[in-house]
């Protein structure tokens, strides 16, 4: 664990990222393996360890409350707000990444991770899903009859 943030910051990052990719089925793992990301990129780059530390206390002092207290809608409205920021631009940088390459992640979406190594998806699931209907198919000749 890194001691770049406090544990009350650390806890803002990571509600943060919950209010900017709001998954209810999503368990708190990848979020928390995300805000480490965040962090860790952060400790690299003197750039991203300013902007977090500062954009963290700001987004704490957007409303009477602190932004881990705030309902789902109002954080929602704290996020749009700073949407276009280098603070909020450097955190969705890395956790955009961080979180969808997370196999957790991967095993709630269904996604079953790369095929190549496999032969593609071709023969591997890609014509898996059940929830369509079957698609009607002919030819060109068979329509215009």
Do not use: K
Not at 14 to 23: I, Q, S
Not at 43 to 62: E, H, T
């Amino acid at each position: 664990m890194s001691t770049l943030l406090s544990d009350s910051q650390r806890r803002t990052l990571v509600d943060l990222l919950r209010a900017a990719f709001p998954h209810d089925t999503f368990p708190s793992g990848p979020y928390e393996r995300t805000a480490q990301a965040v962090i860790d990129a952060a400790a690299a780059s003197p750039r991203l360890q300013a902007l977090l530390v500062q954009g963290l206390r700001d987004l704490d002092q957007q409303r009477e409350v602190p932004f881990s207290e705030l309902d789902r809608e109002t954080a929602a409205v704290v996020l749009r707000g700073i949407a276009d920021t280098p603070f909020f631009a450097g955190i969705l940088d890395v956790a955009v990444v961080a979180l969808y390459d997370d196999h957790e992640v991967w095993d709630v979406l269904g996604y079953e991770g790369a095929s190549y190594d496999q032969g593609g998806y071709l023969n591997r699931g890609f014509d898996d899903l059940d929830w369509l209907p079957d698609p009607r198919i002919e030819s060109y000749e068979e329509a215009s009859a």
